[in-house]
């Protein structure tokens, strides 16, 4: 605002565009104006990390910013040095970076799991990373936040992902061990947040036996103990005899359950907890016995109410399955696009089959 002189108030407000705030860089989404990238793909010099997946969280930054549980699961990846510097941000705090403004909230994906609103002058733009809106004991909820402009993930972002009650699979699960009691069963889950809650799911099921764990998933699952998570009684599964292991479940990297690996287990059968069990194809295709449609992502009814829900104006998709969700959200009349930044969903509910073969399915 300024006067001028002839004492007529003049707005001099320079109309600022998000991409004025954000724009995807081949690093990530850079804030060019705060001197940061959201999880940044290559080195930057200050980096904002949504959560601890490797396809976000790398290392090698001069400074992170991140919840303290994305730095501490970081550090258990990484070791100390995964960082020059380090500042924790807890949820709701406000960080300020050359005017612009960040703050953390839920984002309900995995534990210390972050949206990140942005915002600058007049406009708020939340990156939401990856989310979930179902319920998980393993981690705070996810938040919703108002905004002008929401980016979002698009892992499930076709009609046909409806993930379905995550007590439900874990019932088929339960019953498959009734109904074979001399045989194992090996649960792939991503050793990150998936694995965690699928424990919490059985102990909130009724299920109070031992569950084993494939060396991959110790170091995460008792930090995971240490910030209060309750899991019961879990036992690493090296070391155990065959025989002893009939009746019992062992969670396991999805890549360990089709590998030599399981042989150490009488007749496993082989389970596998993740969105992608929604396409029969897919679950063939791994050899997968027992699917169970678990997703720490929204699917498509998650994904387009939340969207709605910001109240958002426009919308930008990122990593997954961006056309549907577009074509979506300019039918309800938002602007939105694609924004086609690369290495992401590498870790967590990726999948190495091409996207078409999910349109087949
Ligand atoms: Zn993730």
Not at 31 to 46: A, L, Q, T, W, Y
Not at 224 to 247: C, F, N, Q, T, W
Not at 302 to 321: D, F, K, M, P, R
Request: hydrophobic residues 40%; negative net charge; charged residues 20%.
């Amino acid at each position: 605002m300024g006067e001028t002189r002839t004492g007529l108030v003049v707005d001099y407000i320079i109309q600022m565009r998000p991409q004025d705030i954000l724009m995807p860089v081949a690093a990530g989404l850079c804030c060019k104006p705060g001197g940061f990238h959201i999880d940044p793909v290559r080195p930057v010099e200050r980096a904002v990390i949504t959560h601890g997946h490797s396809d976000h969280a790398r290392s090698g930054h001069g400074a992170v910013l991140a919840t303290q549980e994305t730095l501490d699961i970081m550090r258990l990846r990484y070791g100390d040095n995964f960082a020059g510097a380090t500042q924790a941000v807890s949820y709701g705090e406000e960080i300020r970076l050359n005017g612009i403004s960040i703050k953390f909230h839920p984002a309900g994906h995995v534990l210390g799991s972050a949206q990140v609103a942005v915002s600058g002058k007049d406009i708020c733009i939340v990156a939401s990373g990856d989310y979930k809106n179902a319920p998980d004991p393993t981690c705070a909820p996810f938040e919703l936040v108002p905004c002008d402009v929401f980016i979002t993930e698009a892992t499930f972002g076709l009609p046909v992902f409806r993930h379905g009650n995550a007590a439900d699979e874990i019932k088929k699960l339960l019953g498959s061990v009734a109904l074979f009691p001399e045989r194992a069963h090996l649960v792939g889950a991503y050793s990150l947040g998936k694995a965690q809650r699928v424990i919490a799911l059985l102990r909130a099921a009724g299920y109070d036996a031992p569950i084993y764990l494939h060396g991959a998933m110790e170091k995460i699952t008792l930090y995971y103990e240490s910030r209060g998570i309750v899991l019961g009684e879990l036992r690493p599964v090296r070391g155990m005899k065959k025989a002893d292991l009939a009746g019992t479940i062992t969670l396991a990297p999805p890549s360990a359950t089709s590998d030599i690996w399981t042989r150490r287990f009488p007749d496993p059968v082989t389970a596998f907890a993740s969105g992608w069990m929604r396409v029969r194809a897919r679950a063939r295709q791994r050899g997968v016995e027992l699917p169970l449609v678990i997703s720490d992502h929204a699917d498509w009814d998650g994904l387009t109410a939340t969207i709605e829900a910001t109240g958002a104006g426009e919308v930008w998709v990122t990593h997954g399955q961006e056309d549907a969700l577009v074509h979506w959200c300019k039918a309800k009349g938002l602007a939105a696009r694609p924004l086609d930044l690369v290495g992401y969903g590498e870790e967590d509910d990726s999948d190495p089959l091409p996207a078409a073969e999910d349109a087949q399915a």
